[in-house]
């Protein structure tokens, strides 16, 4: 099992599709079920779609991770935007549009194991989830 | 990738074969409005099957297209939902809250059929 990294560059709404399916392909690859590698997808692609919308370009990594006992993925979301000027709005639950910004954020955190994020206003945003392999 | 549109006497069919991309989706959404004003249909059919992810931009677009496709008095059905799809739709907090689904093209034809029934 190979420990690299896959980068896909996110510069169109044609790359969210790519991205969301190397990500699948790595997840099934990992041993995730069908639905675990589906949930890692979604959440790929919700992230790749924040990247095109906000900031027009940046990059999805996509990596293998392991702790003592799991093994499991790490996706990143990395763009060089605008960033998020109130991040605690952008991470409330609104379970749609109403009270949230629309980004998606509470839906790709309840769709993974481990959720971070930083941005400031015109340094960009980076979001980081994790999966685990149950 | 262009979604075919069937047209299948007063119901139109549209069929998924891979992945859609937004642009794909949003493209989809204008032909079979188009189309559905053409031949004057009475319902459509969008079989997601092929469907890998059913994230907010996509049901997004469906939900809009099937209201669209409403005020032109028509009922569209959403058929071919994936159960591990489903299960991230939830996750997500998507719902097609107004669109009816149905589990197969089969299943979605006799609801349609038997919602125009009586005006036959």
Do not use: C, H
């Amino acid at each position: 099992m190979s420990f690299g990294e896959i980068r896909v560059a996110i510069d169109s709404e044609q790359d969210i599709v790519s991205a969301r399916q190397q990500g699948r392909a790595l997840a099934l690859e990992l041993g995730f079920s069908a639905v675990d590698s589906t949930l890692i997808a979604t959440a790929i692609s919700e992230l790749a779609r924040n990247i095109v919308s906000y900031a027009g370009t940046g990059e999805i990594t996509l990596k293998t991770i392991q702790d003592s006992t799991w093994k499991g993925i790490l996706i990143v979301a990395a763009d060089d935007g605008p960033g998020i000027y109130d991040l605690r709005q952008a991470l409330r639950d609104g379970f749609s549009t109403s009270g949230s910004l629309g980004l998606g954020l509470p839906g790709v955190k309840r769709l993974m194991d481990e959720f971070q994020i930083a941005s400031q206003p015109g340094k960009g945003t980076r979001v980081e989830v994790k999966k685990w392999r149950q | 990738m262009e979604v075919p549109i069937l047209k299948q006497g007063e119901f139109l069919i549209a069929t998924f074969q891979a992945a859609l991309s937004d642009a794909d989706l949003s493209q989809l959404r204008r032909g079979l409005v188009a189309q559905v004003v053409r031949f004057r249909s009475r319902g459509v059919i969008v079989d997601v099957t092929a469907m890998d992810v059913m994230d907010s931009y996509a049901s997004r677009t469906l939900r809009e297209m099937a209201q669209m496709i409403r005020l032109r008095g028509a009922e569209t059905v959403i058929v071919g939902i994936q159960p591990e799809v489903a299960f991230a739709m939830v996750q997500l907090g998507l719902t097609l809250e107004g669109v009816a689904t149905a589990l197969d093209l089969e299943e979605g034809l006799a609801y349609l059929n038997q919602r125009f029934k009586s005006t036959d």
